[in-house]
């Protein structure tokens, strides 16, 4: 996998198919290639590293064509080498490329290799061009072939295959992964995620599992699963085509961190009126299911799955609902029992990750009395396939490391708090102070960021660092465990969350004057349990950085640094409020590290494998 892009027009689409590259790099990759059919025959380049390098090699050996594909690829199957790059080859005269995993790529090969095909990658993608290439044999309409090819493929995969015998035209398949058409006037487009098209198109069309397409400059024609032409709906998106712009700031990620007042903001808006939550925030229906609710069930994947487990606590404590938080690929695997009006809950920034949309297909058989998507992308699959929908609201997020999407999940999931409160609680004050403590949460995430210059300094701290630990107790758990997994996604330097109390079950063995200890400390109940758990790591030397609220009694002194957080935070807020500086932190600690912040190195943004 990563990141497709394809154009058939009458116009040169190699600029379009390196502009859309270059609108896909945040999700991570490691190396790109394009291929098109120019002068009578398929001519392909590829590079490793950035799209950068491919397109230096097109400066080089300038290319020109109406008919192309592009890829950057994340390696699954293979090192990241030139030779592994896509776009993948079956003799001179046809090319692939593909996102997802061929889990019968091995026997798929063996067979090949019996009908005389050599595989020269170390890729499952390889053998699909082989296998197309195979089937155009006794299929000679480059449609039937792909059609024939697809329904010998185990695994997930989005497909787009040119052909030198079929100048006209782009076949693309979709299982389980996200693949979109764009369309224009006397030209077509394809792509992976609509970012990379929106120079070009507003106007999409989103392929349904088991998606066949044939898509020319004039036509696009889809068969479905069963074999019979169908007619998609036809999606205009209202997303800017520059807004993945980092509007002056050295890294999209500290873009991305500075926008969260206002991002938050738009998650609340049309949903928070006259200081109540308004019914049809989740959209119609939603009442009905949040009255039957008696369980919820919270399913989601990395920086989601932490906003999953806040979510845990306050749905427990306050709402007085059983709630389980779980991680997609573990969910998926276990059998889950279900509860009688259980509500299921999924988490995704992109709304394509593998695991969780996989996750949400077996909650569809499960039994759950109705699927809920929490998520940054309208056009997504999660959220075209979930009963209810709540919209982050984030804006585009081109960093790696999730910031914006990371809180406005938890001001969604806090809005999901007060509708379930609405119809399970009977304290109608209560409800009110939860949406009025909701509502001053961009205001206190504004006075936060105001602490960007002291963690550039605290960063020093962490030069010659190789391990860290975080610290909180209760709902501010999951925060530490966001702050270590920022730290370690964009720095690399190894860090590992804990609930305080679990220090001396084993990690206190860790700490020494070399392991930084940074811990969150609002003022809330647990904070004197906090306070003494903190005391056991200076006790052992450790150097301690505490976020700590004004009034929770906390004053720096030798081997502890006080970080004064806004005053009065309460309990409902904390979570947000204090992942600001944890972000700061990682950030200025990759900057001074010299690490490649917004594409940190083997991760990528939407991670549609298994």
């Known amino acids: 996998m990563c990141g497709i892009v394809g154009a058939v027009a009458e116009r040169n689409v190699i600029p379009i198919l390196l502009e859309g590259l270059r609108r896909l790099e945040y999700r991570g990759y490691d190396s790109a290639g394009v291929a098109a059919l120019a002068d009578g025959r398929l001519d392909r380049r590829r590079r490793l ?12 050996e300038p290319l020109s064509s109406p008919l192309g594909i592009a890829h950057t690829r994340w390696a699954t199957h293979g090192k990241p080498s030139e030779g592994n790059a896509h776009p993948h080859m079956s003799g001179d005269d046809l090319a692939i490329v593909h996102n997802g995993i061929i889990e019968n790529h091995e026997g798929l090969r063996a067979r090949l290799a019996e009908l005389g095909y050599s595989c020269v990658t170390e890729t499952d993608s390889e053998v699909v061009a082989h296998l197309v290439h195979h089937h155009l044999k006794t299929q000679p309409d480059l449609i039937d072939a792909v059609r024939a090819t697809v329904a010998e493929l185990d695994g997930a995969y989005a497909l787009v295959v040119l052909s030198l015998n079929h100048p006209d035209r782009l076949v693309l398949a979709r299982r389980a992964m996200p693949v979109v058409i764009g369309l224009g006037i006397e030209e ?74 206002d991002g938050i903001v738009q998650t609340l808006e049309e949903r928070i009126s006259g200081g109540r939550l308004l019914d049809a925030a989740f959209g119609p229906g939603s009442a009905e299911v949040f ?46 029992v279900v509860p009688p009006d259980t509500l299921f809950v999924t988490i995704s920034q992109s ?89 001053e949460v961009p205001r206190l995430v504004d006075q936060t ?36 997994l920022k730290l370690k996604e964009i720095s690399y330097i190894h860090a590992e ?70 005053q009065h935070v309460s309990y409902f807020q904390a979570p947000i409020v ?16 010299g690490t490649d912040v917004d594409q940190p190195r083997n991760l990528a943004k939407s991670v549609t494998v298994e």
Do not use: W
Not at 202 to 220: H, M, Q, S, W
Not at 296 to 318: D, K, L, M, P, W
């Open 49 to 60: 590293g950035k799209v950068a390098e491919l397109e230096q090699a097109l400066d080089d």
């Open 188 to 261: 077509n487009f394809i792509a992976s995620d609509i970012a990379a098209l929106l120079p070009v198109t507003r106007r999409f069309i989103f392929l349904e599992e088991g998606d066949v397409a044939d898509v020319r400059k004039d036509t696009v024609q889809i068969v479905d699963a069963n074999g019979a032409v169908v007619n998609r709906k036809v999606t205009e998106s209202k997303l800017a085509a520059d807004a993945a712009d980092k509007g002056g700031y050295r890294h999209y990620m500290l873009k991305e961190i500075h926008e969260q007042p």
């Open 291 to 336: 009255k039957r609710t008696k369980n919820v069930h919270i399913i989601a994947c990395g920086t989601s799955y932490h906003a999953g487990s806040v979510a845990r606590y306050f749905i427990e404590q306050i709402c007085r609902l059983p709630c389980q938080a779980e991680i997609a690929s573990e969910y998926r695997y276990r059998s889950p």
């Open 351 to 439: 709304g394509e990750t593998a695991d969780t949309l996989a996750a949400l297909h077996l909650a569809k058989d499960a039994g759950y009395l109705a699927t809920l998507a929490v998520c940054n992308v309208p056009e997504s699959a999660l959220v075209r396939e979930s009963d209810l929908v709540m919209l982050t609201r984030a804006g585009p997020e081109i960093g790696v490391a999730s910031t914006k999407a990371f809180t406005t999940q938890l001001t969604a999931l806090a809005l999901l708090v007060i509708a379930l409160e609405m119809h399970h609680g009977n304290d109608p004050e209560r409800i009110q102070g939860l949406v009025t403590r909701l509502t």
């Open 449 to 484: 960021l105001a602490l960007d210059a002291a963690m550039s300094d605290l960063a020093e701290l962490f030069a010659d660092k190789h391990h860290a630990l975080f610290l909180g107790r209760g709902v501010l758990h999951p925060i530490a465990m966001e702050g270590a």
């Open 497 to 566: 969350a804990y609930p305080a109390g679990e220090l001396k079950h084993g990690p206190l063995a860790l700490v020494d004057n070399d392991m930084p200890v940074i811990a969150v400390a609002p003022n809330n109940d647990l904070l004197e349990k906090l306070k003494s758990n903190l005391m056991e790591v200076r006790a052992r030397g450790g150097q301690l950085i505490v976020f700590a609220d004004p009034d929770a009694g906390m004053v720096s002194s030798d081997g502890i640094t006080i970080i004064e957080m806004p």
């Open 578 to 593: 204090y992942t600001v500086p944890l972000q700061l932190l990682s950030y200025h600690v990759a900057v001074l590290k």
